[in-house]
Structure formats: C-alpha cells, structure tokens
C-alpha cells in the first residue's frame, strides 16, 4: 500500500512549480507566496511523517525559493508603479 505522505510530498512539488511560474506575471507574485506557503506547510507535513521522500523535499525546497523570489518580484513591481507617480505630465 502506498504511503499516504507521497501524495503530500507530490502535492508539494507540484505547488512548488506552479508558484514559481507565477513569479514572472508581476502583481500575480501574491498567488505565488500563497501557493508556496501552502506547499511549504504540506512539504513539512510530509516530511514529518516520511523523512526519506525526496518529493517533500524538493517541494520544500522550491517553496523557499518561490517565496522568497515572490517577494522580491511584489516589492520590485510596487517601487515600479510608486515611481510612476513621480513622472511630470506633458
């Protein structure tokens, strides 16, 4: 019988990937961050219950950097558009 923390662990991959496409479409890089928070809770969720699934892992993993990348991309398309206001007008 397969162990139920695969499908977590695959679950989190999965999650992991999509919120990393997510970084390039600008103000969508708030789906992203939600989406690897969720994959980084089910990644530990899976971890915790099997420590050797390489899936959890890497879903963990990609959840990190999805999250960090997202916030980078949310605070660099804010200082883009507040600039904007700064603009004279002809």
Do not use: H, W
């Amino acid at each position: 019988m397969q162990n139920r923390s695969d499908g977590k662990g695959t679950a989190s991959l999965v999650l992991g990937i999509i919120s990393l496409v997510f970084i390039f479409f600008g103000y969508f890089a708030i789906v992203g961050m939600i989406l690897a928070i969720i994959s980084l809770v089910i990644g530990i969720s899976a971890k915790k219950e099997n420590p050797e699934d390489g899936k959890a892992k890497a879903g963990v993993i990609l959840s990190i950097i999805s999250l960090a990348l997202s916030a980078i991309t949310l605070i660099a398309c804010t200082i883009c558009l507040s600039s904007l206001a700064f603009l004279p007008f002809y």
